[in-house]
């Protein structure tokens, strides 16, 4: 009977300690959800503050000092300076809006000129275009001109040349001789544009 009081009891002590493991452990979880959120904020707002960039400082800037805004500098920096600093007067937006002006205008006559060079540019080029085409057209006439001239020049030469053979024919056919030539006359007569060689005996 002892030995079966004995196990009975230690079955309970076992048990209580069991609950008391699930207590600490309900009462572990319990009190980190309660305090988690609360911590867990407070941590990450502990850490932004701490690797934030420093706030802009208005008061250090100048009307005198302030840089070209065509090397690029960021306009919401000092849209955010103005909104941090109540203080901002208008003196401050006008010198900001004139500049911005200045530098529109700037660039806008830059590209004015550049434009303004393109086209002066492309302007003379067409016309080195129009003289070259002019130039190769009085070439091309002039070609043209001089074939036509060397065609009638052969046509009268072929023509004279044919009559020539023609007289010096009838000449030796009604007894004219030649006396320093060869007994064998050689005369040239053209036919049909061809050159023809006519070997006519001496009369």
Known sequence: MSGYHQQKHGGRSFRG?????????????????????????????????????????????SSHSLPSFSQGLNITSF???MKND?????????????????????MESEATETQHIADKTLLETKKLAS????????????????EDAREKAEMALRTQQENTAMWELR???KGWKDDHHHPLTTTKVFDNGQLRVNDIDHM
């Not at 959800?33 to 503050?49: D, F, K, N, Q, R």
């Open 17 to 61: 300690r069991i609950l008391k493991v699930i207590v600490w452990i309900l009462g572990f979880c319990f009190t980190g959800y309660i305090i988690g959120p609360p911590l867990y904020w407070h941590t990450s707002e502990a850490l932004v503050s701490r690797f934030s960039c420093p706030p802009c400082l208005c008061h250090h800037c």
């Open 86 to 106: 109540p203080d901002m007067t208008g003196e401050m937006e006008k010198t900001i809006i004139n500049q911005l002006s200045e530098e529109l205008k700037l």
């Open 131 to 146: 003289q070259y085409q002019k130039e190769a057209d009085k070439c091309t006439s002039g070609m043209g001109t001089c």
């Open 171 to 173: 000449a030796r056919q």
């Open 79 to 81: 849209t955010a300076c």
